[in-house]
């Protein structure tokens, strides 16, 4: 079956993307072009990270290569959420997709065994990270919307990590 490419050229972030379901979704995207911004908190894994995103994003000789940027972040504080998007904003200048994949899972427990420290650090991630990442998307969400077809700048190198 043969893939529409409606990725390709286009610019997403995953959070959470260091492992996991977000790094396969990361090999998926970088794959059919699209070009990425990756974040997580680890950096070391991070950089593994874009290294197997940027050989997804080679596979493809008919596709061009597509860029990955990758950039560590915490969702929970919004000072590194709006850093991560001024980064964005510096390479890409617009933002298409926005997969809000990073979370955490507390250890199997009874409610009247689980700790509430454990209860609020989920919140924290699940909940209100991805509202601070929503929320810090947005502007840059609406100017691709506004300007669907822009080119993004030239870069020298086609894939980074
Ligand atoms: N796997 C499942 O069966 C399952 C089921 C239901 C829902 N989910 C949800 O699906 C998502 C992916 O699951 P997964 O199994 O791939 O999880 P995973 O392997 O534990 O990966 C979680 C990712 O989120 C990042 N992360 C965690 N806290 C973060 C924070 N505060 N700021 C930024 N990044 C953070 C982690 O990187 P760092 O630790 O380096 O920050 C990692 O890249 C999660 O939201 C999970 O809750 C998974």
Redesign the pocket.
């Known amino acids: 079956m043969s893939s529409q490419r409606n990725l390709q050229g286009k610019v997403a972030v995953i959070?959470?993307?260091?492992?996991?379901?977000?790094?396969a979704i990361a090999r998926a995207l970088a794959g059919e072009g699209c070009n990425l911004l990756i974040?997580?908190?680890?950096r070391k894994?991070?950089q593994a990270a874009g290294k197997a995103a940027a050989k997804a994003a080679r596979t493809r000789p008919d596709t061009p290569a597509a860029q990955i940027l990758v950039h560590a972040?915490?969702?929970?504080d919004p000072k590194s959420v709006k850093e991560l998007f001024a980064a964005i904003k510096r390479r890409f200048g617009r933002l298409d997709i926005l997969i809000n994949?990073?979370?955490?899972?507390h250890a199997m427990a009874e409610v009247e065994r689980l700790p509430l420290d454990a209860w609020r650090e989920v919140i924290e991630?699940?909940l209100t990270?991805m509202f601070v990442v929503t929320q810090a998307a947005l502007p840059l969400m609406r100017r691709a919307m506004s300007k669907p077809h822009a080119p993004l700048p030239i870069r020298r190198e086609t894939a980074r990590h």
Request: net charge neutral; hydrophobic share 35%.
């Open positions: 959070t959470g993307a260091s492992r996991g379901i977000g790094l974040t997580g908190r680890d894994a991070l972040a915490d969702v929970r994949n990073a979370g955490i899972s991630t699940d990270g």
